[in-house]
């Protein structure tokens, strides 16, 4: 069984203060794909980022970085300089890979995080 | 119009009554999802179809009818519903091929509210 746990249900910060979601996922799989999504107040979850278990470098785009680290089964999510925009509630989803291409996402309960002006 | 549309944004129905929620995509895509979101609850898939076919129907009470009439549009089918079938669904699309990443596009939700 797939799990994704956020164990962050909500975080406040000052804006400019940089802050880190965390995600701790459990999976029997040796290949799955990790995934963040954003659900801004306007309600449609907007896709961040997807990376693959075989690929562990991290990633920077602009203010937002993640760090993959498998030995840990960990995908946190850094936002620096925090923004009122970031405001939002984010996800964590897992997913196994497989040649049918249309596996269930499991996603965590979401973190809520308000940057405060 | 583009991504994925999702209406009504807002309803609030009896249990007696039979309502529909639409989801319309715009990306040519070829599976549609439905998923519900309660609060403090991950989101819950109730419903895939892929190329038209139901692929995946995830538990969900008969009281929740999808119906996909090309791959296009997806509806959710209301009727006897219960107070806490009261949530946010979320429609979603993707195009699936095989070992893909499938990343989902999500609609802005349907929130409803059963009295």
């Known amino acids: ?117 | 119009e583009t991504g994925v549309t999702q209406t009504p944004r807002h309803l609030v129905m009896g249990m007696t009554n039979k309502k529909s929620l639409k989801c319309e995509q715009h990306l040519g895509h070829n599976a549609m999802y439905w998923y519900k979101q309660s609060a403090k609850k991950p989101l819950e898939l109730m419903f895939v179809y892929n190329f038209k076919e139901q692929t995946e129907n995830n538990s969900v009470p008969s009281r929740f009818s999808p119906e996909c009439p090309n791959s296009s549009h997806l509806f959710l089918h209301l009727h006897t519903l219960q107070p806490e079938d009261s949530a946010l669904y979320l429609c979603a699309s993707s195009q699936v091929t095989p070992a893909g990443a499938n990343v989902l596009t999500f609609g802005a939700g349907s929130r409803l509210t059963v009295l």
Do not use: H, M
């Open chain 1, 1 to 117: 069984a797939q799990k994704v746990t956020q164990a962050q249900t909500e975080i406040s910060v000052v804006e400019k203060e940089d802050v880190t979601l965390d995600c701790v996922y459990e999976t029997r799989d040796t290949t799955y794909y990790l995934f963040w999504y954003k659900q801004p107040p306007s309600g449609e979850l907007v896709f961040l980022i997807r990376r693959n278990s075989f690929d562990e470098q991290n990633e920077i785009s602009g203010r937002y970085s993640w760090n993959f680290q498998k030995s840990t089964s960990s995908f946190n999510f850094t936002i620096t300089a925090s923004q009122v925009v970031d405001s939002a509630v984010y996800f964590c989803a897992l997913r196994r890979i497989s040649n049918f291409g249309n596996e269930k996402l499991t996603f965590g309960t979401g973190t809520r995080l308000t940057i405060i002006p």
